[in-house]
């Protein structure tokens, strides 16, 4: 097991303590007098920030990382944690502009003219193209989850420092670019419509869940670091317990979040689905309305006007047809004449005054 430096053990709430000061001063500019929803958002993005880098902390700080040293579920929890509480969260508050406007705005200049016009960049601005592909994402975050968890590189970032550090910063790094498929993060935006990011989600939760299971069903420690069982639980006790963290409690956020595409899915579909029908009714009385006015032509006084009366037909809109000088909404025209009637009563529309 790696023995860590006293000043090692506090670095993770050292970077989120620069984060959070970061955060704070690139707010610094920002107007005061806002709506009140946008204060609400703001505020919500804010508090999102705060508990993702909470998640950090708490994954990567005693005593959860303590534990750890002995205990393979605590292990499997700092990594569910930075993997799918941290990153989703992070995403989430969209904390980019902010932490961008509170560098100086001369290195901002340089900075963003030398990455976004230089030759030299140009491979720089390709890789972020295919990084921000979702199936780039995708297919990096699960490779990613799948290559730490096999026995050789497990046990290796448990014996050296710098693997278990470069660990833990790919499965945050990557799950921020995979949850980023999912959730809008102001300035980026996600390429899918609703019911791909249920796809995407739903295939993304199968490595974890065939990880899990490959832990559970195990008659013998997969890792050698922790064949050895602690505080009077078992080796494969504790293996059973990572499996069960890893398939039910990590697939949650993944779950809530197919849920709720799956809702504002179906909400634009039955949006669609009545202007549909809406649309579907207007035609069917245009049709309508168009055989009344053909009647109403060909007779004025006839039967037409108590069919166009029962009909709710709104002889308004025909006036450009019926005579001179009529509008399309009613009234007067200048130097028109008066506004149709439809008087089912008096045996048709032939009275127009």
């Known amino acids: 097991m790696i023995v860590a430096a006293a000043w090692q ?13 970061l955060y704070a001063l690139g707010g610094r500019g920002l107007p005061t007098v806002i709506p009140r929803t946008r204060s609400v958002a703001r505020h919500r993005r804010a508090a999102t920030f705060l508990v993702g880098l909470a998640a950090i902390v708490l994954a990567l700080q005693p005593p959860l990382d303590d534990l750890a040293d002995d205990y393979l579920w605590a292990h499997m929890l700092q990594h569910l944690l930075l993997m ?31 990455l976004l016009g230089s030759a030299w960049a140009a491979p720089i601005r390709a890789t972020a193209t295919r990084l921000g592909s979702p199936v780039w994402a995708w297919a990096l975050f699960n490779l990613d989850l799948v290559l730490w968890h096999l026995p050789g590189s497990y046990d290796l970032a448990l014996r050296v420092q710098a693997v278990h550090d470069l660990e833990h910063a790919s499965f945050l790094g990557l799950g921020l670019l995979y949850w980023a498929q999912v959730i809008d993060s102001p300035p980026f935006r996600t390429r899918l419509d ?65 849920f709720w595409c799956l809702y504002r899915w ?13 649309h579907e009714r207007r035609r069917h009385l245009g049709v309508r309305d168009a055989a009344v006015l053909a009647r109403l032509r060909a007779d004025p006084g006839g039967p ?32 028109g004449v008066g506004r149709p009637r439809c008087d089912a009563g008096a045996g048709g529309c032939g009275g127009i005054t």
């Open 9 to 21: 053990d506090d670095l993770p709430l050292a970077g989120a303590l620069v984060a959070l000061g």
């Open 84 to 114: 799918v509480v941290a990153a989703p969260l992070l995403v989430l508050a969209a904390p980019w502009l902010r932490l961008w406007r509170s560098l100086p705005l001369s290195w901002r200049r340089v900075t963003a003219r030398e």
């Open 194 to 258: 609703d019911l791909r990011r249920v796809a995407y989600l739903v295939t993304g939760m199968i490595p974890g869940w065939g990880l899990a299971i490959v832990l559970a069903f195990s008659t013998v420690p997969v890792y050698a670091a922790y064949a050895i069982g602690h505080g009077g639980l078992s080796a494969l006790a504790d293996q059973q317990i990572a499996a069960g963290l890893m398939w039910m409690p990590g697939s949650i956020p993944a779950s809530v979040a197919v």
């Open 266 to 278: 179906l909400a634009a579909d039955a949006g669609e689905g009545g202007a549909a029908v809406g």
């Open 304 to 335: 037409a006007g108590p069919v166009a009366a029962g009909a709710g037909l709104d002889l308004v809109v025909l006036a450009p047809d019926l005579g001179p000088g009529r509008g399309r909404r009613g009234g007067r025209r200048r130097g």
